[in-house]
């Protein structure tokens, strides 16, 4: 095992600067955004199917409000089972069938907007920071430049992770 040294500030509590949202998926790294070498402590980091926001906004808002992070980060990625669920529409176990409807409603207006995985996946992250921007406490923190909310695309189907950024605060690149 690695040791990990824990100093008496963060042993205290956390102040991480960076909050991301990523897929539970096993083959996608959750720091493989960062330009920085992961220390405890840094990153508040959420996993769940579909990196979707809206089945976590009790911990996405606690990052943002109780521990204020300066960065939000979604990540989706290549390949994604949630994604491909959402397009089969079929799922027989009701729990994940919940979180799939609250995707669906929540996120895409209850009809999804085209059949490929990948450009879902995108659109899902697009469509996650338009959520939540809608929510007046977070827009005002990233209009003061307080937060800034960036979504990323996580392509590993080359076999090589490609890391792109594909929205900044809103806005599409």
């Known amino acids: 095992m690695r040791e990990i040294s824990y100093s008496p500030e963060l042993i205290a509590g956390q102040q991480p600067r960076i909050a991301v949202v990523i ?7 959750e720091y493989c955004e960062t330009d920085f070498e992961f220390h405890p402590g ?19 808002r606690y990052a943002i409000f109780h521990l ?14 949630m994604m491909k669920a959402l397009l089969a529409g079929n799922e027989s176990d009701e729990t994940i069938k919940k979180e799939m409807d609250k995707i669906l409603n929540k996120i895409f207006d209850g009809k999804l907007p085209n059949k490929d995985v990948d ?17 007046e406490k977070i827009r005002k923190l990233v209009e003061k430049g307080e937060l800034v909310i960036k979504g990323f ?21």
Do not use: M, P, W
């Not at 897929?23 to 790294?29: A, Y």
């Not at 204020?68 to 089972?81: A, T, W």
């Open 42 to 60: 840094e990153i508040f980091v959420v996993r769940n199917a579909g990196n979707s926001v809206v089945t976590c906004e009790g911990s996405v």
């Open 119 to 135: 450009e879902l996946v995108i659109e899902n992250v697009h469509r996650q920071i338009e959520y939540l921007l809608k929510d």
């Open 153 to 173: 695309y996580y392509n590993f189907r080359n076999g090589k992770a490609e890391i792109s950024v594909i929205n900044i605060n809103g806005k599409k690149l």
């Open 68 to 81: 204020h992070v300066k960065e939000l980060h979604i990540i989706g990625h290549s390949d994604c089972g």
């Open 23 to 29: 897929c539970s998926d096993s083959r996608v790294c």
